[in-house]
């Protein structure tokens, strides 16, 4: 979505752009890109969606985990994805292909995700712990 400044030069308002995953479980969380090309969300069809951010049109279908994708994320330099599960894994994902990268094990149903500023660590939040995983850059 892009707003265009009103000639007052505040942010005239966007169009409308909603997007459903297949199978209509629902969309849990979203993160977009760093450029702003692309939308993730993790949905409740324990599945990770990936659309075009210019016209909706879905690029990626992650699949893998076993129970719902309640966290996302993307890397800073945009190439990869983190999804947090309630399978108590973390999955690292090619942002561009959809290809699995690693997974990681919680103690606990993941519900937070993130990566570091540098893009070197997979931060996640499951139950009473905070994991923290290398993943190099």
């Not at 309630?86 to 690693?102: M, N, P, Q, S």
């Amino acid at each position: 979505m892009r707003t265009t400044p009103s000639k007052s030069g505040t942010p005239a308002p966007a169009k409308k752009s909603c997007q459903s995953p297949a199978g209509g479980g629902g969309v849990s969380s979203v993160a977009v890109s760093p450029d702003g090309k692309r939308i993730v969300a993790g949905t409740w069809d324990k599945a990770v969606k990936v659309w075009a951010a210019a016209d909706g049109k879905e690029l990626l279908t992650l699949a893998g985990h076993a129970e719902n994708v309640p966290c996302v994320a993307v890397s800073p330099d945009g190439t990869r994805i983190a999804s947090g599960s309630g399978d108590k894994t973390v999955r690292l994902w090619d942002a561009k292909t959809g290809a699995a990268v690693a997974t990681f094990e919680a103690a606990a149903p993941v519900a937070a995700v993130a990566f570091t500023p540098d893009g070197r660590r997979v931060v996640a939040g499951a139950g009473k712990t905070v994991c923290v995983w290398a993943v190099g850059k």
